[in-house]
């Protein structure tokens, strides 16, 4: 699995917002609306298995990354949205770091497979160091995708 073709340039959002953990969640699942990700009736729904999620153990695997998932039947093929808070924000993260990049990733159950790669995939390169630096450096969604891609070349 190639993680930068889950990830399509429209759901990279560079310019987050909310300075909380819930608001940034809300925003980017109303951005995936947005590009046509995920319809009307699936935002309070997604947005609440996601709140869910979070009551289960913060998502926020350190070195200023987090990685908000869930298995949710409302889509067919597995979504990812990408967030950077320019300024951080506290996710509860395992290092008590504010987190700056944010890897939401929604998947159809019967995509187990595809989910858990992803999920492997931006855990290896959030803690790698050299990975992890870029990341907090990347602004753009051109940046982040052919980020990816870089990184994909290295693993």
């Known amino acids: 699995m190639q993680f930068s073709k889950l990830v399509k340039k429209k759901n990279v959002f560079s310019d987050l917002a909310s300075p909380e953990r819930e608001g940034l969640l809300r925003e980017m699942v109303t951005k995936l609306r947005e590009n046509e990700e995920l319809t009307e009736a699936d935002v309070e729904p997604v947005y609440e298995a996601l709140l869910e999620r979070e009551r289960l153990g913060s998502t926020g695997i350190g070195k200023g990354v987090a990685i908000p998932h869930i298995r949710y039947e409302g889509v067919d093929h597995v979504v990812v949205g990408v967030g950077r808070s320019a300024n951080g924000l506290d996710f509860s993260a395992v290092d008590g770091e504010p987190v700056k990049v944010v890897f939401l990733i929604i998947a159809p159950p019967a995509k187990n497979d595809e989910y858990l790669s992803a999920l492997r995939w931006v855990t290896m390169a959030a803690r790698d160091d050299y990975n992890n630096k870029l990341l907090q450096g990347a602004r753009t969604?051109?940046?982040?995708?052919?980020?990816?891609?870089?990184?994909?070349?290295?693993?």
């Open 141 to 155: 969604p051109t940046e982040f995708v052919e980020l990816f891609r870089d990184i994909e070349e290295t693993m």
